[in-house]
């Protein structure tokens, strides 16, 4: 097995994932997070924790920050459930817990240190099975629950840290399905849509109409917008692709324009892989392509041992430096546009 991608356990989906056999209502809820207890946060600017780290010769900004960056961390509760909690993760749960801390807040949340103070929640999060589930109504009790957390550590963000202050909502796969959320019932058509940068939300088909009075971003320095995209070997076409993606909005994360120009990996910023600490520059091109964005299959050490095509868990990491840069330049983009 290679550490690709910076994300645990990165084999292929197929032989990784495990599908609960029992239905949602034969398993117990976990209890819900309280929120004013740190320990329910993955990342605090104030408190040191992964969010913090940087590549070899970068630095964080959260110190000086006058953003915030909202991270809602993906999926990694994957694995046959070792409690009763089954449907969705267990807060309690010391060893997931230091997964999302190692993988997402470390390889994701932290590259938009530059920009912001960053909060990476914890939340009961629904387990990988609600993808594969063909009961729906598991899979959307699952997310509410996963939902709940997320809203409920929102709303106290915005109470006890935001103070006024513009802020980036990021996220990626499952969190980008209650990014979507937060975006429709907190921010658009609100008074807090005039504090919002952007929202980076890769990872998930994002469909042209879900997102209505937030328009994608058109260009690297535009404000108030969302980019999304999902990244697969260049030529190759999902199964699923008519389910969503053939109807999602992709933005190029290098050029950070939704158009389908090729952008060659001369222009890629950097990516962070592991180890961590030892950036990777110029290893990606991209080109929108419909609703998911392709890329050459990128060269580092152990490369050739990854067979699969969908660069899923590449999403934020193999344009690390891209995100890290252009999230700040979007924050003072905000900044002149505001106070001028």
Known sequence: MIALYGLCNPITLSAQHYLIPTRFNQSPTPPAPDYCNSNYWSALPFINDQADQCPKGYVHNQDQAEADVFFIHPTTYTEKPKTIYAWNHDLRDEKLNTGVDNSATLFQASAFNLAGKVYVPRYRQAHYSVFLTQHLSDKQAALDTAYADVSAAFAYYLKHFNNGRPFIIASHSQGTIHAARILKEFVINTPLQAQLVAAYIPGMAVPQDSLIGLPPCTNDTATGCFVSWCTYERGYIPPDYE????????????????????????????????????????????????????????KFRGSWLWKDKNYHMGDINLFYFDIRNNAAKRVLAHWHKHKG
């Open 243 to 298: 389910l969503g993606l053939a109807r999602a909005i992709c933005v190029n994360p290098i050029s950070w324009q939704p158009n389908e120009t090729y952008i060659p990996k001369s222009h890629h910023q950097g990516a962070a892989l592991r180890p961590f600490e030892l950036p990777l520059y110029e290893i990606c091109d991209a080109q929108v392509h419909g609703g998911i964005l392709w890329v050459t299959k990128p």
